[in-house]
T-cell receptor, first 111, second 111 residues
Framework: QKEVEQNSGPLSVPEGAIASLNCTYS??????FFWYRQYSGKSPELIMS????GDKEDGRFTAQLNKASQYVSLLIRDSQPSDSATYLC???????????FGSGTKLNVKP | DTAVSQTPKYLVTQMGNDKSIKCEQN?????MYWYKQDSKKFLKIMFS???????INETVPNRFSPKSPDKAHLNLHINSLELGDSAVYFC??????????FGSGTRLTVV
């Protein structure tokens, strides 16, 4: 079993729609969860961090964490073509000061 | 000012050669990392140094040797390069298990 799993996609949504990205992780004791966005040929950049159960909103982005079910999700409202990128889920598994990344979900937002 | 800078950005070399990648961060972070991203976008941790001390050494061939002369620098030396070493190598830094800041990446191509 992979430590952090994501659907590789591509996930295609029309402009203005809500994009929903999901991630599951293996270690029930994980405490820190992150979403990174990576444009083609660029480095990952942090979008959201979440540490406790529930929702966390930042502009058009909402991160959702459910530790009992061991999943974390990212919702992007009013999706824009500029949101087209690969979204990486990262989890601080085992609290060993290192992040395990999922393989990423490629999002395509069509104008 | 670039927070985490890597050099070179591109590196093309022949099998069997030895090469180095350099990384420097000006964020004052205590921890630096090397990650490898393969063609399928999977980011995998290789090494981590905290204040010049090696704290994470994943299952990586011993042809890869990191060196940290001070907490602002983390270099990666690779001996006897193989075709399978072709990937993008990202340096990152963090403070207190917070989110990573990534460098722009070094695309290594072994021919």
């Amino acid at each position: 079993q992979k430590e952090v799993e994501q659907n590789s996609g591509p996930l295609s949504v029309p402009e203005g729609a809500i994009a929903s990205l999901n991630c599951t992780y293996s270690d029930r004791g994980s405490q820190s969860f992150f979403w990174y966005r990576q444009y083609s040929g660029k480095s990952p950049e942090l979008i959201m961090s979440i540490y406790s159960n529930g929702d966390k909103e930042d502009g058009r982005f909402t991160a959702q964490l459910n530790k009992a079910s061991q999943y974390v999700s990212l919702l992007i409202r009013d999706s824009q073509p500029s949101d087209s990128a690969t979204y990486l889920c990262a989890v601080d598994l085992y609290n060993f000061n290192k992040f395990y990344f999922g393989s990423g979900t490629k999002l395509n937002v069509k104008p | 000012d670039t927070a985490v800078s890597q050099t070179p950005k591109y590196l093309v070399t022949q099998m069997g050669n030895d090469k180095s990648i350099k990384c420097e961060q000006n964020l004052g972070h205590d921890t630096m990392y090397w990650y490898k991203q393969d063609s399928k976008k999977f980011l995998k941790i290789m090494f981590s140094y905290n204040n010049k001390e090696l704290i994470i050494n994943e299952t990586v061939p011993n042809r890869f040797s990191p060196k940290s002369p001070d907490k602002a620098h983390l270099n990666l030396h690779i001996n006897s390069l193989e075709l399978g070493d072709s990937a993008v190598y990202f340096c990152a830094s963090s403070q207190n298990v917070e989110f990573y800041t990534f460098g722009s990446g070094t695309r290594l191509t072994v021919v």
